[in-house]
T-cell receptor, first 111, second 115 residues
């Protein structure tokens, strides 16, 4: 069974602060996705990373895939209340294996 | 991307009854999935809904408790049978294969409360 551990589990910060969320596994993934979920909604895809060492930027969000494709990080610069939500990473090992979702990080940005 | 709708969005049910959740996609998709999620927590895959054949269930989930239908490439239902308070959760359907097989799109979820 592939496990994706996210840290921290909970994060409450002031508007304007920076933060990093980590997604770690002992398994290798062919691709990794990051989702954000707001209350009452389904998860929404933010980004997919596929190459070891890859860095993708989405406005104030920076995503990195580890060189060995076992881990990833999400860095948010100058967090805003609109960033509040549950962040989920998800790894796809490829082939017929199912996508594995991370344990989740609940972020609260206080105005 | 794909637009996915679910009905109902929420329900409160009595113990021992059953509830059927519908999932409709605006385009034909190969794979449809059903997940369960406790509020603020990660997703647990219940089953993969296969078009034209029986659903594939994950460990800990059985067809008698969670019967699934997939009559065509745009629609699926999940029934939660003989409900107990432990079934209170958010149920989400998702699809992949719209853009690529590693990208899933989710419905808004159905929040179920069993009394």
């Amino acid at each position: 069974t592939q496990l994706l551990e996210q840290s921290p589990q909970f994060l409450s910060i002031q508007e304007g602060e920076n933060l990093t969320v980590y997604c770690n596994s002992s398994s290798v993934f062919s691709s990794l996705q990051w989702y954000r979920q707001e209350p009452g909604e389904g998860p929404v895809l933010l980004v997919t990373v596929v190459t070891g060492g890859e860095v993708k930027k989405l406005k104030r969000l920076t995503f990195q895939f580890g060189d060995a494709r076992k881990d990833s990080s999400l860095h948010i610069t100058a967090a805003q209340p609109g960033d509040t939500g549950l962040y989920l990473c998800a790894g796809d090992a490829g082939g017929y294996q199912k996508v594995t979702f991370g344990t989740g990080t609940k972020l609260q940005v206080i105005p | 991307s794909a637009v996915i709708s679910q009905k109902p969005s929420r329900d409160i049910c009595q113990r021992g009854t059953s509830l059927t959740i519908q999932c409709q996609v605006d385009s034909q998709v190969t794979m449809m999935f059903w997940y369960r999620q406790q509020p603020g927590q990660s997703l647990t895959l219940i089953a993969t809904a296969n078009q034209g054949s029986e659903a594939t269930y994950e460990s800990g989930f059985v067809i008698d408790k969670f019967p699934i239908s997939r009559p065509n490439l745009t629609f699926s239902t999940l029934t939660v049978s003989n409900m107990s308070p432990e079934d209170s959760s958010i149920y989400l359907c998702s699809v992949d294969g719209v853009v690529s097989t590693d990208t899933q799109y989710f419905g808004p979820g159905t929040r179920l409360t069993v009394l």
